[in-house]
T-cell receptor
Framework: DAGVTQSPTHLIKTRGQQVTLRCSPK?????VSWYQQALGQGPQFIFQ???????QRGNFPDRFSGHQFPNYSSELNVNALLLGDSALYLCASSGPTGDNGYTFGSGTRLTVV | RKEVEQDPGPFNVPEGATVAFNCTYS??????FFWYRQDCRKEPKLLMSVYSSGNEDGRFTAQLNRASQYISLLIRDSKLSDSATYLC????????????FGQGTTLQVKP
């Protein structure tokens, strides 16, 4: 049973560019949440997708957007990249309420130069 | 004020020591509480859920005090393999599964 799969594992982008990160949830999970973890900090909630819609959003600018597909996989898009966007981006999948637990992917490490 | 606050440490302890981590949270409507473990450059993994009655899993004991909005994790007989960052995590007040993480507390167990 595959867990959460994220791609790519590492990425280097230049300031001002755009990036798309991908996540496939664990089998049986229909909810995908995205987190940003800067070095030395805990993960920060970006947003959550359920039934192909953004259900909840953290304190992130509109440059951060996402999408969920009918097969529950999800994308995170970041436009106009800033140096401060360099971080580990984590995807977590769960059931709709999270009652049965959350499974994290191994993350995408984004470096903006 | 941060929603979830932890002492970042680091905590440096010898093998066999008992170490305790504390965490406070600001939203009294929070519903679920967890401790996650994160190894260097890896994803967070659930260590244990935390209940008001307290719960134990081997050498690990977690406690929740809702009145004080305080969560603790006790590790007994520390092993070298316990070296990691421990994240205090609280779910949001809405029933949608948003997780709020503390900064994490770094533990280094030395021989």
């Amino acid at each position: 049973d595959a867990g959460v799969t994220q791609s790519p594992t590492h990425l280097i982008k230049t300031r001002g560019q755009q990036v798309t990160l991908r996540c496939s949830p664990k089998s049986g999970h229909d909810t995908v949440s995205w987190y940003q973890q800067a070095l030395g900090q805990g993960p920060q909630f970006i947003f959550q997708y359920y039934e192909e819609e953004e259900r909840q959003r953290g304190n992130f600018p509109d440059r951060f957007s996402g999408h969920q597909f009918p097969n529950y996989s999800s994308e995170l898009n970041v436009n106009a990249l800033l140096l401060g966007d360099s971080a580990l981006y984590l995807c977590a999948s769960s059931g709709p309420t999270g009652d049965n637990g959350y499974t994290f992917g191994s993350g995408t490490r984004l470096t903006v130069v | 004020r941060k929603e979830v606050e932890q002492d970042p440490g680091p905590f440096n302890v010898p093998e066999g020591a008992t170490v305790a981590f504390n965490c406070t949270y600001s939203n009294s409507a929070s519903q679920s509480f967890f401790w996650y473990r994160q190894d260097c450059r890896k994803e967070p993994k659930l260590l244990m859920s935390v209940y008001s009655s307290g719960n134990e899993d081997g050498r690990f004991t977690a406690q929740l005090n809702r009145a004080s909005q305080y969560i603790s994790l006790l590790i007994r007989d520390s092993k070298l393999s316990d070296s990691a960052t421990y994240l205090c995590v609280v779910s949001g007040s809405s029933n949608t599964g948003k997780l709020i993480f503390g900064q994490g507390t770094t533990l280094q167990v030395k021989p």
